[in-house]
Structures are given as C-alpha cells and as structure tokens.
C-alpha cells in the first residue's frame, strides 16, 4: 500500500475543520490562551515560519490532552513600512523587488499588478498567493480558530492597544521624552527592527558631541564635534574636513553652527531648532582656526578626502597621539603641507609644526602609543586595510588599560574604562 501522506492529512484536515475540533468558546475558570508574534506578510510563507508555528501548536495540543480549553487565534500584522515600502517599489518598476516576488514566492506577472495598495499586497500574501500564509498554515495542520482571525489594521484591534496605552498613562506609567529608535525617511516614522524593508544591520552608535568654537566667546560660531571618546579632547590638535563635500552656517538651538549640510537633518531628527543660513564647500573651512574647550588653544581645520560628511557632524577632531588613523593622516598632511599651502592657503610650517599631544599612558607603549602601533604593524599609508584593525586594537587596549596622565587632575591615574562616563557628562 502506497502511503500519500497530501491524501490522508488533507482528509483529516477537512474533518477537524467540520467538526470544529479547534473552535473554543472558553468559559471555564483555567482556559489557556496561545498566542504568538503576528506573522508579517511582506511575502510568502518560507520554512522558518513553519517552525515559528509549529512550536505552539504542539504546546496547544498537549494542554488540551491535559484536558484544557485552548484558545489558539491568529492574527495578520499588515502595518508598518515593509509592506508599503514594497508596493512602492512595485509602482516603480523595480527588478529586485520582482525578482523577489517571481523568484522566491512564485508570483506571476498577472497578480503584480493587482497588489496596488498595502491591504491588496498583505491579503496576498494573507490568502490568495501560492505561498500564503492561511494555505501553508492549514497544510500543516495548525490547530488554530480561525473563526478568532484578525489584522492589526481592525477597528476593535486598534481601539485595544489605545486602551493598553491609555490605561498606562493613567497609572503614570508612560513617560514622554528622547530615545533613539531606528527612523523611516521616507515615511517619516520610528520603525522597529521588523517593520524594515533594508537596513536591518544598522547600528545606534552615541557620539559625545563637543563644542569647538571659532573663538573663546560664548556666543562664537561653533564647530561641533562627534567623538566616542569623550577624555580624549585633551589632545586634539587639528580638525578635518573633505573639501569637496558640501558644508553650512546654520542656526542650531539659537547658536551658530557650521556642519555637514547631511548633519542637518540628522540634528533635526534628534529634537533640535536648525535653520540654514548659508552652504558652501568645505575648502573654505580649511585654514580656519578653532579653539579647544579643554585647552583653551587654538588649531587648525585641515582637508582629507577620507572624511565622511554624512557621518556625525562631517568636522572631525584628530587625536594623533592615540589614533593610529589620525597619526597618519597627520604624517601625510605634514608631506603634503606644500601642496595644502598652495591649494588652501594655509601655512606649510604651521601644519609641519602640529605634533601628537599623549593624554594618558599605557604599558607596552611609548608616549606616543599611536605611533608605536602603526610602525609595529608596518602600516605606511591611510590607504593601508590594515589600518582600521590597528586602530581599532589600540582603541581598545587604551580603553581597558590607559591611564590617564596628570593634566586630569582628579582622574589622574585612572584606568579609562572606569571614568570615560564621568567625560560625557
């Protein structure tokens, strides 16, 4: 006897289902509720949705063996970005997207153009397609009531999470104010990590910014600088900026600012007033001259294409002493400063004439740890791949073992780890 395992689960399936064997109506006083995260229909179900699914299903079937009432419901979560995003995509005709949808999902040319709207995509996905989600569900045999079947886009469902919020803004349990969340652009919102069609990778990173001013008044321009490193601003000595990217002079919380015209916006996500007031390239910021807030001197902005203006700010503050990648880009600026003079009008000797200032001391260096790092690894040029690695190596060894050197006064002698808090405050 052949055994078709399709045959014989399909007859069963319809059998459960004309019985309603997992229709529950629980009303006694111990009914136990499953429940899982909504799946997503972007696309089509895959074979880790089978897994996510299996999972409770086998724990519904074992309470009701126990004797249990189980109320196992599903639900669909068709809001948020990815859905809308790839409707988009659709409208404009993009190959990977339908590459994706024809390929994976094996949807044909003729349903692509039905999925016009987020609802049209997601009931697709939900119901219709030859990977739908309620067709791969019931081919498991998932032991789900689907008369209890809902979407997050539901009147009644919208209304109960409102409740959940309200009821916790009456028990003083909701505290409105800044968090860093993963941010749409385009549909200018906060999206969690599911809600991204791309760019599930990226990273909050929390920059120390400090004010370097064109000056030692408080109301001189500032040039704001972005750092992980919040003790080192002792020993900046020089700033960079790409001379062919675009900067501005923009009003910023009721200070004047220069930054990256890509800076803008960022600070203008982050709850702060910016108004621009005038762009220009970054060549005119080179030979400008700026004052550090620890300090109290002055130094000079440089150029380097290796800048990223997208990145922080766009001004970016050299720590050569222990910054393997600032000691070199210093050491190339200094063989270079002929050709920077010419260029930018800024004083060959003065550039030659900037040298690492070390803030802290740490065993197996010298006093210059940045140096010994990148002559140890033969590193010879910022082109070098293997410079990230040896900053990065550096960075940490400074982090666990460096001491601080005597000019910190209180935290003279202290391991960096212990008190890097202490400097972002």
Known sequence: MDYEPQDIEARWRERWAQEGRYEADPDGPDPTFITVPYPYPSGGMHLGHCRTYTVPDVYARYRRLQGDTVLFPIAWHVTGTPIVGAVERLREGDEDQIDSLQGAFN????DLQSLETPMEYARYFIEEG????KRGMRQLGLSIDWRREFTTNDDRYSKFVAWQYETLEDQGLLEQGLHPVDFCTNERQPVTDHDLLEGEDAEHQEFTLVRFRQGVDDDATVYPMATLRPETIRG?????VHPEATYVRAS???EEWVVSEAATEKLDLQGRSVAVEKRFAGADLVGERVTNPVTGESFPILPATFVDADNATGVVMSVP???PDDYVALSEAKADADRIEAEYGVDADEIRAVEP?????IEGYGEIPARDAVETAGVE????PELGAVTEELYQDEFLSGRL???YGEFAGEVVEDVREEFRD
């Not at 900046?236 to 960079?240: D, G, L, M, R, S």
């Open 405 to 407: 050197l005597e000019d």
């Open 321 to 323: 002493a222990h910054s």
């Open 236 to 240: 900046v000595t020089n700033a960079y």
């Open 381 to 384: 040029s910022s082109d070098d």
């Open 107 to 110: 949807v044909p040319e003729s």
């Open 130 to 133: 030859e990977s739908s989600y």
């Open 252 to 254: 910023v919380d009721g």
């Open 357 to 361: 200032v070390p803030i802290l001391e």
